[in-house]
């Protein structure tokens, strides 16, 4: 049996099946009109980054050798460099492949150039490990890089993200919230980090850092 690979219809009908109703479907993402399309459409690409940023995900990993950019670096460091356009966070960076970059940062700071965001450092043409959004155009299956935990948290993220929209259901938008925060995203993250050694960040206690959280409250 093959992997599950995803398009962009695929993942959006799961995600318009997490709001209560399968007669909410779309037949074709790139063909179909109408309001169910268009909420998806507005908030599809936005959730997806969100996600990706979240995390130093396995399934969104990429590398990249850097050359000089003609700009001026900012205060105290030497070199800055044009970042790829796909790229949404930033992990490490190096002067040099191989000698096990992982878990050993080295100086680097992200910052924009008018239209234009370079990384700082004190190397020339070095080398980046980042996050994308894992996505292929080329491919008939849009999302065929997608990890399949990776996959269900984009798709219960943006049931909530745009529940109220469709259907008017704060408590719905609550509840998968509860379900992304507190059971999907832990779960994606525990898998993630058992597939290689990890790029993660850590804070003053040695535990890692996270992006976000949600605690469940009570309405009043």
Partial sequence: MNRCLYTKTNLANFAL?????????????????????????LFFNSVLEELTAMAAWNCCLKSAALTS?????????????????????????????????KNKPNDYEISTVGSMRVINTNHDNPYIVYTAVPEDTNNTFDYNMMDSLFARAFYTL??????????????????????????????????????????Q???????????????TFEKV
């Fill in 17 to 41: 099946s997490q709001l209560g109703s399968d007669r909410v479907q779309l037949a074709d993402f790139n063909s179909d009109s109408g309001t169910i399309k268009d909420t998806v459409n």
């Fill in 69 to 101: 950019a003609e700009t001026v670096p900012v205060f105290g460091y030497d070199f800055a460099h044009e970042l790829p356009t796909d790229c949404i966070r930033v992990y490490q960076t190096s002067a040099a492949q191989g000698g096990g970059y």
């Fill in 158 to 199: 943006l049931a909530a993200r745009m529940c109220v929209s469709i259907t008017g259901n704060s408590d719905l938008e609550s509840a998968l919230l509860d379900e992304f925060y507190n059971i999907v995203l832990p779960d994606a993250l525990r898998a993630d980090a058992i597939e290689g050694k990890q790029v």
């Fill in 201 to 215: 960040q850590v804070g003053e206690d040695y535990k890692e850092i996270c992006v976000n959280s949600y605690t």
